[in-house]
């Protein structure tokens, strides 16, 4: 960055507001990448100096990772993949564009944005909504609308957002996302499970629950071991008929203490296991694949050639399973607005002795948790059998990467599921 759009531009704003306005609680930047090492240190340092406690974002410094400011500004709309191990945000806007739009009239509804909100905040992040002004710098009446709309929501469901505690899970629930306080685990419902919901893991003695939206309508819940396991319980909640809704409904589930679920990938009622790429190991190197695939909290960097990860999980009813792979697009779109995704990666799957080649291609494209800003694409590859219940190992070997403008092979998990 030219040093003299700093000295010209930068530090007198920086000054101006950090010396006249008072107390700070944050000063948020979003520095272009050619930042320099020192050039951020410098700025950092002249915040710091004016107002120790003010908050500064990551994108402070070049890459905007971790070792910048005091969280981690996550790329623009972005979910975290996995619950964030330190303090981070997702900033969104409620359109397509970030600043006054005249023609931008496309909001996103208030049941997208209140599904966003909960999945970010289930990975340990805070949500940071832009709004866009109108030509005379006002909110938007569209933009008011849908605020409107998620304060009521809120003031129904707010406990289960504010001052709570991420998923305690391993991996997504495909239903939707999951928050938790002491003696307290919410389930906000993107869809509806059906007439029951029954929870894999989840240690705690559960005693009652309800929906937010009608506390007083206490649901049945029972609690019974998982057979061949050693304590593993399925925790059942009766939901009766449960429509889908378009602002989601949360269901809360009252436990003794904080929430205690298996950390390990275990078979989900129904027959799924999600093996999450961010908790994968590297074959050759024995480390987590996440100090090699991960930026910022999300899965973004391309698998290589030559890469092996492994994964460990529990089966508990063997069968035949269909292997599918999910891929995050890259940051790049087409001329359509469309998200790219390369495709035409070659892996292979072993399992159990068994032996799957397989070629990536978009056979779905689907919205990430809700986020239509960063789609992904499912390919099924083939399918193995396992044959016993247990501890299983699943091995991908990337044989080619085929690197375009999707930023190249960025897996975002596997997906093993009962046929």
């Known amino acids: 960055m030219g040093q003299s759009s700093l000295d010209d531009k930068v530090y007198p704003q920086a000054d101006e507001l950090l010396s006249k306005y008072g107390p700070f609680a944050q000063l948020w930047f979003d520095t272009p990448t050619r930042i320099t090492v020192e050039q951020s240190k410098k700025l950092l340092g002249f915040v710091r100096e004016r107002q120790p406690a003010c908050i500064v974002n990551s994108r402070l410094g070049p890459g905007g990772d971790k070792e910048w400011g005091d969280y981690i500004s996550l790329r623009d709309n972005e979910v975290p993949t996995m619950p964030l191990t330190r303090n981070g945000e997702t900033c969104a806007t409620i359109n397509g564009n970030w600043g006054y739009n005249q023609y931008d009239l496309h909001y996103r509804p208030a049941h997208e944005i209140a599904r966003l909100l909960a999945d970010v905040v289930a990975k340990n992040a805070n ?83 309800c929906f937010l939206d009608d506390p007083d309508a206490a649901l049945p819940v029972s609690q019974k071991p998982v057979q ?129 080649e397989g070629t990536v291609e978009e056979q779905e494209r689907l919205a990430v948790r809700g986020n239509a800003h960063w789609p992904a694409i499912r390919c099924t590859i083939g399918s193995v059998q396992i044959e016993e219940a247990g501890t299983h190992t699943l091995r991908l070997r990337v044989r080619h990467v085929h690197m375009g403008k999707g930023n190249g092979f960025i897996l975002r998990q596997v997906r093993l599921a009962a046929s």
């Open 127 to 209: 949500y940071l909504l832009n709004i866009g002004p109108d030509s005379l710098g006002r909110v938007p009446e569209g933009s008011a609308r849908v605020l409107r709309d998620i304060g009521r929501w809120l003031e129904t469901n707010g406990e289960a957002i504010y001052e709570t505690n991420p998923t305690p899970f391993a991996s997504d629930l495909d239903w939707g996302a999951v928050t938790a306080r002491a003696g307290r685990v919410y389930f906000h419902m993107f869809d509806s499970p059906g007439e029951s919901l029954t929870i894999r893991g989840l240690n705690n003695a559960a005693s009652t629950a």
């Open 228 to 356: 061949g396991t050693r304590g593993l319980l399925d925790t059942t909640i009766e939901l009766g008929a449960n429509a889908p809704q378009q602002m989601h409904r949360v269901l809360a589930l009252d436990i003794d203490g904080r929430a205690d679920v298996c950390p390990e990938t275990i078979q989900q009622p129904g027959g799924l296991v999600t093996l999450e790429s961010l908790v994968a190991r590297n074959v050759e190197t024995g480390e987590p694949m996440s100090n090699e695939i991960m930026v910022r909290g999300a899965v973004a960097k391309s698998l290589q050639e030559g890469h092996v990860m492994e994964w460990a999980f529990e089966i508990l009813e063997p069968g035949t399973f269909t292997v599918c792979l999910e891929c995050a697009t890259g940051r790049y779109s087409d001329g359509g607005g469309k998200r790219v995704a390369d495709t035409s990666h070659e892996v292979t799957v072993e399992i159990d002795g068994q032996s799957i």
